[in-house]
């Protein structure tokens, strides 16, 4: 939510503030579609190597996939 307020101060305050009458669109991150063949692949890198930098990414990245489809479902059932 955005607040824009317009005032003048001396001896006295005041301040008008106002809401803006809309909410701003919601932009949903894009959700990522990877073939079963890259998601089998990326299942054995990540076992060969369980505790490496690129499988926290990895990780990091489904949680964003979480979310992404989750803002989509809300985005959609909102319309």
């Keep these: 939510m955005t607040f824009t ?6 001896i006295a ?4 503030c ?4 809309t909410a ?4 949903c991150p894009p959700v990522r579609a ?7 692949l990326v299942a054995t890198e990540l076992r060969a190597a369980p505790n490496s930098a690129l499988a926290a990414v990895a990780v990091q990245a489904i ?9 989509a479902r809300r ?5």
Excluded: E, N
């Design 63 to 71: 949680g964003d996939r979480d979310i992404a489809r989750a803002c």
């Design 34 to 40: 990877w073939s079963q063949d890259f998601q089998k």
């Design 18 to 21: 106002t809401m803006p009458d």
């Design 75 to 79: 985005k959609k059932a909102g319309k």
């Design 13 to 16: 305050v005041q301040l008008t």
């Design 24 to 27: 701003p669109a919601v932009v």
């Design 5 to 10: 307020c317009t005032g003048w101060a001396f």
